[in-house]
């Protein structure tokens, strides 16, 4: 990965103040690859862009994260630490489409893109969203000996089914989604809840910049320097010169 410094950081987090997930997740994204055409990154696995995300968030606020989360069962609030190197692990590249067989039904798919998942989550609801999910993702399905159009598909899939694509996909690309399963201290409770690098990841850079733009105004109104002169120097130098403004 190409480390991505302040400037290019701070127009990042400039550029998503106004986006809504998705877009401030292709920005993000682009940190994580500087250089890379959209058409690209939209065409990843997921997956592969969460892996991306979790080595990019390594790069810029280190390997521990700091999780805080409520208790599904009394309510407790729940913070703990982890480990940003055990997640992000990239799935094996795939030789063709995924197929599972399960009674009459044959089906033959792939794991979803960033596109993929961007075009489902522009859906007016949960159901249009899943049909869309997987008719975008299936390469062919047949039930007995007649193929089943895959805009049908979701209408048509048995339980068992879509339970065995699920575990497939999630197999095939098992950074696609991390979920943690939580024990509550209180009570003893576990509390599944997913972890979506690319929120957490804004979130931190929104705060890392907007502390960013107080050291330049302080620094500027102190020395009279301007904000590329005080975004070239190190971290370590503009705190020192911070310290030497407190002092003074």
Request: with cysteine; net charge negative.
């Given at each position: 990965?190409t ?8 127009a990042?987090w400039?550029?998503g ?10 920005l993000l994204h682009?940190?994580a690859?500087?250089?890379?055409a959209?058409?690209t990154l939209?065409s990843?696995p ?9 080595a990019l968030?390594?790069?810029l ?13 009394c ?17 094996q590249?795939?030789?063709?489409p ?9 089906v033959?798919f ?9 075009a489902a ?9 899943r049909?869309?999910?997987?008719a975008r ?14 805009e ?8 068992e ?7 497939a996909a ?8 991390v ?5 509550c201290p209180?009570?003893?409770g576990?509390?599944p809840?997913e972890l ?7 979130a ?13 105004h302080?620094l500027?109104t102190a ?22 403004c407190?002092d003074?």
């Amino acid at each position: 990965m190409t480390p991505t410094g302040p400037a290019e950081l701070l127009a990042t987090w400039e550029a998503g103040l106004a986006q809504h997930d998705s877009e401030r997740s292709l920005l993000l994204h682009h940190a994580a690859r500087p250089g890379a055409a959209t058409d690209t990154l939209l065409s990843l696995p997921v997956g592969e862009r969460e892996a991306d995300l979790f080595a990019l968030r390594r790069a810029l606020f280190g390997e521990r994260m700091q999780v805080r989360i409520e208790c599904g069962a009394c309510g407790a609030d729940m913070e703990f630490d982890l480990d940003a190197t055990v997640f992000g692990v990239r799935g094996q590249d795939q030789d063709g489409p995924l197929r599972v067989t399960e009674g009459e039904w044959v089906v033959e798919f792939r794991p979803p893109t960033v596109a993929d998942l961007a075009a489902a989550g522009a859906a007016d609801d949960p159901v249009e969203a899943r049909r869309l999910l997987v008719a975008r993702c299936t390469v062919s399905a047949v039930r007995g000996a007649e193929a089943v159009p895959p805009e049908r598909l979701e209408a048509l899939l048995p339980a068992e089914v879509r339970r065995r694509l699920a575990e497939a996909a999630a197999e095939a690309d098992p950074a696609a989604e991390v979920t943690l399963n939580v024990s509550c201290p209180e009570c003893g409770g576990a509390t599944p809840a997913e972890l979506d690098i690319a929120s957490y990841l804004w979130a931190e850079l929104d705060t890392w910049a907007r502390d960013l733009l107080l050291d330049v105004h302080l620094l500027a109104t102190a020395y009279g320097w301007s904000e590329p002169e005080i975004l070239a120097l190190s971290p370590l130098r503009r705190r020192y010169y911070l310290e030497l403004c407190a002092d003074v």
